[in-house]
């Protein structure tokens, strides 16, 4: 963890691009249960940066013309373990996400389901199997 302007932050911080930073703050906390932790708008009041925590870890957003993203579509994959899967998964299917088949066991020893965000951007949720 390195700390500085006043928060900590995990060594790796993903960072997601929106163009609506507004509305994909509300849809992760309705979603998946994120929390938001800090936001840096410009003189007009848009969020040009803003962070949410999901236990200790830290989620970045940005605007693309923000931040001069490079390519069109941004594409990103995240991997997020959670405490109960199949609560989450229900949670995610209530607020609308694009899931990716029902949670499923998997040999190397989590149970995990995909879901898709307003964006675009590929989530996959996971909880360890019981051993």
Known sequence: MVEYD?????????????EDCEAALEWLARAFGFVERMRSTDESGTIRHCEMRCG????????????KAPVDPITVGMYVHVEDV???YARALGAGATV?????DMAYGV???GALDLAGH???FA???AT
């Open 6 to 18: 006043g928060r900590r932050y995990p060594t790796v911080c993903p960072y997601l691009f929106y």
């Open 56 to 67: 200790e870890a830290v989620l970045m957003l940005g605007t693309p013309e923000h931040f």
């Open 86 to 88: 199949d609560a989450h």
């Open 100 to 104: 990716q088949g029902a949670p499923e």
């Open 111 to 113: 149970r995990h389901y």
């Open 122 to 124: 590929q989530w996959w």
């Open 127 to 129: 909880t360890p199997l």
